[in-house]
C-alpha cells in the first residue's frame, strides 16, 4: 500500500539502531549528535520548523514543529530519546548495532539491535508519523513538537533536564508522550494494554565502607572492609520491603481484569511477596517492583593491592522509590538493613534524590489514547501503569504537564519477552509494531489537535 509506513519506518530505525549513540553514564559518551543529524535531514520537509540544541557538543537533541493555528489549543509533544545504553556483543545471536531486519520462525521480520525496544523504535516511528502529518498540510488548532532527545538513558542533564530548565519555549506543551506502555496483556474480558501514568523515583546512592589495612598473609581477626561490604550486598539481598498497594497499582489491577481471584491476590499486601514468587518471571518481577522499594547493589571499588587487607570500600545501589516516599524513609531502611553494629563503619558519600512523579488520568490525553487505540487496534482497553524504571517525562510531570508512556505493539512479542528486552539480550522488535505506532501517533495528533 502507497500510505504503508512500514519500510519507512524501518529503514529509520535501522540508521539510527546503526548509530550506536552508547550512553554509559559519563559526559563524554552517547554522541547523539549522529542521529541529531539523521533526524534533522530527514526532518527537513516543508510545514516542519527543525531546530536543533546541545547542551555539549555532541549531545544534539531535535526539535520539529508543525504551528497550530489556534495559540489557545492545547500543544502536544512526541518524546523519544537518541541514546542507547551499552550491550556486551558476546550475549547476542546478531550484532547489536546492526540493526538487522531477520526474519523470525514464524516468517515475522524484526530489526534487531540495541535500541529497538527501548526506545529508538517509537523515536523513529514518531519522527515517521510527524514528516508525513507535515507532507499532508496538516494544519491543526493546536501545535504538535517532535523531539529526540539526548541522554535519556543517565540522568538527562544533556538532554530534557537541560531543555526544560534552559530552553523552555523549545519545549513548551500541555501533554507529552514518551516511552513505553502499549504492549498487548491478555485478561478475561479482552486485550488491555498499560499506559504509562507515572514512575518510580530513584535513590541512587554510594556508601563508603572502612575498615583498617594490614598484611593479607595473616587475616586473622582483621578489619576488613571488603568482608564488611559483602556482608552488606548480603542484607541488600535478603532485605524484605514492606509492600505498599498505591493507587496506580489499584487502577492497574482493577482494570486488566485477570478474574477475582487473582485480582483479590494482587490487592492483598499480606500474601504479595509469596505471590511473586509463583509468578512468571517477567511479571514476577514488574508487580514485586511496583510496590515495592528496591534495593539493588551494582557497582563495588575496593582494595589496592592483592596482599593488602582493604581499608574502604564504596558500593554504589540503586533505589528506586515509590508515590510519595521520601528520601528519610528511605534512609531509615538503609539503616534498617545495614544494622547498628556496620552502622559505625559505613558512610553514605553520595546521593541521588529524584521522587517519583505521576499524572492524572482523567484528562483529554488520556480519553484521546483510547479513541486512537480503538482506531488502530480494535477491541483493545488501556489500563494506567507505573514504571518502575525512569524516563524524562518527570521533567515535564514536575512542571504540571500531563505525560505518558504509550505506544502499539503487536501481540508477536508476548509480555515475558517484551520486559527481558530493556536493556538485555537480543532486543528487537517486529515490523508490525512499528507500523501500529507510527499509525497511532498520526491518529493522536487528529483526534487530539485538529
Keep these: 500500500m502507497p500510505d504503508d509506513p512500514t519500510a519507512e519506518v524501518t529503514d529509520l530505525l535501522q540508521h539510527l539502531i546503526r548509530n550506536a549513540c552508547v550512553n554509559d553514564g559519563t559526559a563524554e559518551s552517547g554522541f547523539e549528535g549522529r542521529s541529531a543529524d539523521v533526524l534533522s535531514a530527514y526532518l527537513d520537509t516543508p510545514g516542519l520548523d527543525v531546530d536543533t540544541f546541545s547542551l555539549r557538543p555532541d549531545r ?5 514543529r508543525i504551528e497550530g493555528t489556534d495559540p489557545a489549543a492545547p500543544t502536544l509533544l512526541l518524546m523519544g530519546h537518541t541514546d542507547v545504553v551499552p550491550a556486551n556483543p558476546d550475549g547476542w545471536r546478531r550484532d547489536p548495532y546492526g540493526g538487522e531486519l531477520i526474519a523470525n520462525d514464524e516468517g515475522f521480520r524484526e ?3 540495541r535500541g529497538a525496544v527501548d526506545m529508538l523504535n517509537l523515536t523513529a516511528s514518531m519522527a515517521v508519523a510527524t514528516k508525513r502529518l507535515a507532507q499532508r498540510g496538516f494544519r491543526p488548532k493546536g501545535t504538535l513538537v517532535y523531539l529526540a532527545v539526548a541522554d535519556e538513558e543517565a540522568m538527562g542533564t544533556y538532554g530534557a533536564q537541560y531543555l526544560t530548565e534552559h530552553e523552555a519555549d523549545a519545549v513548551a506543551t500541555d501533554y507529552v508522550i514518551t516511552e513505553a506502555g502499549g504492549f498487548p496483556m491478555a485478561s478475561e474480558s479482552g486485550t488491555k494494554r498499560p499506559v504509562i501514568v507515572g514512575e518510580k523515583g530513584s535513590y541512587w546512592c554510594t556508601l563508603r565502607i572502612s575498615g583498617t589495612p594490614g598484611h593479607a598473609s595473616t587475616p586473622f581477626r582483621t578489619d576488613n572492609a571488603l568482608v564488611k561490604a559483602a556482608e552488606i550486598v548480603r542484607r541488600l539481598d ?7 498497594l498505591h493507587d496506580i497499582w489499584r487502577k492497574f489491577v482493577e482494570g486488566i481484569d485477570w478474574g477475582p481471584e487473582m485480582t483479590a491476590a494482587l490487592l492483598d499486601a499480606d500474601g504479595f511477596t509469596a505471590l511473586c514468587e509463583g509468578l512468571p518471571l517477567g511479571l514476577a518481577r514488574q508487580a514485586h517492583a511496583c510496590t515495592h522499594t528496591t534495593f539493588a547493589p551494582t ?3 575496593a582494595g589496592t593491592k592483592t596482599n ?3 581499608d574502604r570500600v564504596d558500593l554504589e545501589i540503586d533505589i528506586r522509590t515509590l508515590p510519595g516516599q521520601t528520601a528519610e524513609e528511605v534512609r531509615a531502611q538503609l539503616d534498617l538493613i545495614i544494622g547498628p553494629e556496620l552502622a559505625t563503619s559505613v558512610e553514605l558519600i553520595s546521593s541521588n534524590d529524584d521522587p517519583s512523579t505521576a499524572s492524572p488520568i482523567d484528562t483529554p ?6 479513541r486512537a487505540t480503538d482506531r488502530i487496534a480494535p477491541g483493545s482497553k488501556n489500563v494506567p501503569f507505573l514504571t518502575v524504571g525512569a524516563t524524562d517525562a518527570r521533567f515535564f510531570r514536575r512542571k504540571g504537564i500531563t505525560s505518558y508512556g504509550f505506544g ?3 501481540e508477536r512479542i508476548g509480555f515475558e519477552e517484551f520486559g527481558t528486552m530493556f536493556h538485555g539480550d537480543d532486543e528487537r522488535v517486529d515490523q508490525e509494531s512499528l507500523r501500529l505506532s507510527t499509525e497511532l501517533w498520526g491518529a493522536v495528533a487528529e483526534d487530539l489537535l485538529a
Design 299 to 301: 557497582v563495588m571499588h
Design 308 to 310: 593488602v587487607i582493604p
Design 408 to 410: 502499539l505493539f503487536s
Design 60 to 64: 544534539s537533541s531535535v526539535v520539529a
Design 365 to 370: 490525553l488520556w480519553d484521546t489514547l483510547q
Design 238 to 244: 535478603a532485605f524484605v520491603p514492606e509492600t505498599q
Design 111 to 113: 530489526v534487531w539491535g
